[in-house]
């Protein structure tokens, strides 16, 4: 499915390790997969199922958009087994048909379409730290650059969910996209190593145990090689449509991948079958195996039939719309597990028995209709600063027992300072940041969709002496008059810079004398304040002194600062330097939206790099470029003193491109693609006499036509 262009990127900088570290997103947590419609009778129908199941399924592979939406719904919502996908990459490298994001911006932006459609497949979402490097020709070339730490990942994701099943998506792959075949090859390795004591010692130390799985199937694309088809066409019981249906509906959000286009396609609507890797059949209900399955692990079964008795009680009951027989019989349910778990010989029992626990308050809370919601006045926190939130929680009548008044799960350090409850059941909470506070990340991060939000909210209940709670991160909402935003709460800089631009291309012969940048500064206290703004360049190089700015509380202001250069440049990279200073503190980083997911903020330091090159372009020479959606070449080509004849983006194959070709008249045709030389050259006759650069070449072998020498002399 997936279309990838191996992108130019020769002449722009990209801070991509720093703007990886400095990324500042919302978070959702790695929770169950939540129900899909709020707290209505088929999604309780289907927490109820769910916590009758014990099976956890692991799905693998390399790209967003490379899952089969139908697969995963049926095997969440059809059969209630708790399943997760694992996506080795987050997709940063492959082209943006939604707005100019690329490498690490893009990753997040997929990240977020691909959490928006495993909520409707129903499932959980894990990722490896494996980069997304773009197309790839081999495995081998691929393993190469992923390196061992695909493969540790991989292991750690399998013995934190410990899955009974795992489905390789790109089983026995040997074509196309390299990134399909690694994945296909790695899954049965971290399969293997997922079980050995010996590997990865260090996951070991930090408390995870080795976990063999018991079945590895693969899917089979187009049919041909046998398995077992799964009824993703039948309608489901609860949701009144089929599970492929279902499943479209969210695949639809990988909207940066131009899916809409391909939502009709055969290929989306083919029969996908699963198989052992060796071919052979497996019982279809090891897919979802019920609580006595426990039995076989070394629990007794009377308990384990009470519970799945009391969970059907619950189910009957949910049916009847008898709220609190239902939310009584669950928390009976709840209330045999946790008795189970404290007597359970071993910890792997207990941890099962933990999970079993999990899916019946999941339930509980849904059959009550138990919410909690907390909304900061704010989204951007500075330390040193206090914020208020308003927490509420709604339940149905009559289902509930005790229930505590909301609570803030806090960063450490962060005090509540002030707490007031209005007579409806809210409360309104103020809370003071530490001036030394830091945003606070876990080593383990990588694995989830985003970081852990910054703050949740809490609430305890009781029924009939079971205690259960419900948990939701702390949001912040933004308010237009036609759009209400949904805002995850951050820890941000007090300041903040944005430069535009980002680059300067320029001739070494002929540097222009000064470069004009503009600054966008931010303030994010609430409290008055004078910043100071400044921008350091390279010796010799000359900025416009720093200037003062006076800030009445949060807001921004834009800044013009001149910079000349010496009448000499050699050719190399150079950078200008943005910075503030408040109350002795120096800021260097920027903060801004993400234009095609504005609701997410970018950070990365606040630089404009320049490259200057040593080459000779003759007067009037006119560039034809190929051009990929958002791609900067052009506008370096322009600032290197070429005229463009004209751009092109090109979404198509070579000989679509020939007949645009064939209207333009080039003396230099730089390549979007390294592979097009050799592809391409042979459909472009009007090119054969012409001049390839690619990307990769073009900083350093420059070519000569009709005898004038274009790069390095
Ligand atoms: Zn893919």
Redesign the pocket.
């Known amino acids: 499915?997936?279309r990838v262009l191996d992108r130019p990127r020769r002449l722009l900088v990209f801070l991509w390790r720093a703007a990886v570290l400095l990324a500042v997103v919302p978070a959702a947590a790695q929770t169950l997969a939540p129900p899909a419609t709020g707290q209505s009778l088929p999604d309780v129908l289907e927490a109820i199922q769910r916590a009758r199941v014990t099976t956890r399924i692991l799905y693998v592979?390399?790209?967003p958009?490379?899952e089969s939406s139908s697969v995963l719904t049926y095997l969440a919502r059809g059969l209630g087994a708790d399943v997760a996908l694992l996506s080795i990459t987050r997709g940063e490298g492959g082209q943006n048909a939604l707005g100019p994001e690329q490498g690490p911006p893009l990753g997040i932006l997929r990240t977020e379409e691909l959490l928006a459609a495993t909520r409707t497949y129903g499932v959980r979402l894990y990722y490896t730290r494996a980069p997304d490097f773009g197309y790839s020709k081999t495995s081998q070339e691929t393993l190469k650059v992923w390196g061992d730490t695909v493969l540790d990942d991989m292991v750690r994701v399998i013995r934190t969910f410990r899955p009974q099943i795992l489905i390789n998506a790109w089983g026995n792959v040997d074509v196309g996209?390299g990134?399909?075949q690694a994945a296909g090859i790695l899954t049965p390795k971290a399969s293997e190593l997922a079980a050995d004591p010996k590997a990865f010692p260090r996951q070991l130390d930090e408390g995870l145990k080795p976990w063999r799985t018991a079945l590895l199937l693969q899917e089979t694309r187009g049919g041909g090689a046998g398995g077992d088809s799964l009824p993703v066409d039948d309608v489901s019981p609860l949701w009144g449509k089929s599970y492929r249906e279902i499943g479209l509906e969210g695949f639809r959000n990988h909207r940066s991948q131009g899916i809409a286009a391909f939502l009709g396609s055969p290929f989306l609507r083919r029969p996908v079958l699963l198989r052992t890797s060796n071919g052979s059949r497996f019982d279809p209900a090891d897919l979802a195996r019920p609580l006595m399955a426990l039995a076989a692990a070394g629990l007794s079964e009377l308990p384990l039939e009470k519970i799945d008795r009391a969970l059907e009680q619950a189910r009957a009951a949910a049916l009847r719309l008898d709220w609190a027989q239902a939310v009584q019989a669950l928390a009976a349910a709840g209330r045999l597990a946790s008795e189970l778990e404290g007597q359970a010989q071993n910890s792997g029992l207990r941890w099962e028995l933990a999970r079993v626990r999990e899916h019946i308050d999941a339930a509980l809370a849904t059959a009550a209709a138990l919410r909690i919601e907390a909304r900061a006045d704010r989204r951007e926190l500075v330390a040193g600063g206090t914020f208020t939130a308003r927490a509420e929680m709604r339940r149905r009548p009559e289902t509930l027992g005790e229930v505590n008044k909301p609570s803030l799960i806090l960063p450490e350090g962060w005090s509540v300072t002030r707490e007031e409850a209005d007579p409806a059941g809210s409360v309104r909470i103020t809370v003071a940041i530490p001036k030394d506070a830091k945003p606070q990340h876990s080593p383990d991060d990588w694995m989830l969709p985003f970081p852990p939000p910054l703050m949740m909210a809490h609430v305890r209940a009781m029924v009939q002496g079971y205690g259960f709670e419900a948990i939701a991160p702390v949001i912040a909402q933004r308010v237009t008059s036609t759009h209400l935003d949904t805002l995850a709460p951050m820890l941000a800089p007090a300041v903040t810079l944005a430069l535009e631009p980002r680059q300067f291309v320029i001739i070494e012969q002929r540097p222009p004398k000064t470069l004009e940048l503009l600054a966008r500064v931010r303030h994010y206290g609430t409290a008055s304040a004078k910043v100071t703004v400044g921008v350091d360049a390279p010796d010799g190089w000359r900025a416009s002194p720093p200037q003062g700015l006076e800030f009445n509380g949060a807001g921004d202001q834009l800044v013009r600062f001149s910079v000349t250069l010496p009448a000499k440049v050699s050719a190399g990279k150079y950078s200008l330097e943005a910075w503030a200073t408040l109350d002795g503190e120096k800021f260097r980083t920027s903060l801004e939206p993400l234009p095609s997911l504005p609701t997410y903020l970018w950070s990365e330091p606040s630089v404009t790099r320049v490259e200057a090159f040593p080459v000779a372009v003759p007067e009037g020479l006119r560039v034809g470029y190929v051009a990929a959606e958002n791609d900067p070449i052009p506008a370096a080509l322009v600032q290197l003193g070429a005229q463009r004849s004209s751009s092109w983006a090109c979404r198509s194959n070579c000989s679509t491109r020939s007949r645009w070709l064939s209207a333009i008249s080039a003396d230099l045709m730089p390549s979007p693609s390294a592979s097009a030389p050799t592809n391409c050259a042979k459909t472009w006759p009007a090119l054969t006499s012409g001049c390839w650069i690619t990307p990769r070449q073009a900083a350093h072998s420059w070519c000569s036509i009709s005898g004038k020498t274009f790069g390095p002399p």
Do not use: C, G, K
Request: glycine share 0%; proline share 0%.
């Open positions: 499915m997936r592979t390399a790209h958009d490379d996209h990134h399909h």
